[in-house]
């Protein structure tokens, strides 16, 4: 799911594939960790051209759209029937917009802590090709504490799915909370970086990538398919 179909079409397959592995596995109750998750707003900028170092460019319109992984899971796995609980954080002042989205689409936000500062946000030129490029900002995504992460798993149990991405701050830390609860942790490995190798990733009952990112994870983008599995 995305309200914003221009700049996310070419994930739109894998997006599909993996919310469908989510519903396949989930019970009644998910909880949405990290997402426990991103909540982003996408401020899309469409111009003649991407603009150029030392360069000052025109746009020729301003779009605003709710995004984040998290967020789009949510709303995706609401909309499919699941009961999903997001948890994570977003600005104080700017957050409207997000919080309407999610309440409206049937997802439970009393998980969401609102910080002081912005919330997470990417700044998107748009081609009239459909090209883009994207520069991001956690903000309150990377803001979120150990001790917000207990208070919110106090409220979930043993045998509760726990969703995350790598778009958060604390993502091992959430993992090993949620692993000691007796949680299930699905987990989409992206944006693949270096934290990922600084998490408990044996803990992961569903490890949910393509192939590039799994033979970056393996260490070896030569690798075939049936060595990566």
Known sequence: YSNNPETSF???????????????????????GSDYGSLNIDYVYDVEHF????????????????????????????????????AGAVGEHDSKML????????????????????????????????????LLHGGANLSINKNEIDETLENFDKGDFMILQNE??????????????????????????????TYPLDLVDYLLLNEVEAAQICGDLQINDKDIL
Request: hydrophobic share 40%; aromatic share 6%.
């Open 51 to 86: 603009i150029k170092a030392g360069e000052t460019l025109d746009s020729q319109k301003l779009e605003l759209f709710c995004g984040g992984k998290g967020l789009n899971q949510s709303i995706a796995l609401s909309k499919s029937g699941v009961k999903v609980w997001h």
């Open 10 to 32: 070419p994930k739109k397959e894998k997006a599909i594939e993996y919310l469908q592995h989510i519903i396949d596995v989930c019970p009644e109750r998910v909880m949405f």
């Open 168 to 197: 958060i701050s604390q993502v091992g830390y959430i993992m090993n909370k949620a692993h000691n609860k007796g949680m299930k942790i699905v987990f989409n490995p992206s944006p693949l970086n270096s934290k990922i190798s």
């Open 99 to 134: 919080l309407e989205l999610l309440a409206n689409s049937g997802v439970n936000i009393e998980y969401i802590r609102k910080k002081a500062g912005s919330s997470g946000h990417a700044i998107i030129q748009k081609l009239a090709s459909g090209e883009n490029c994207i």
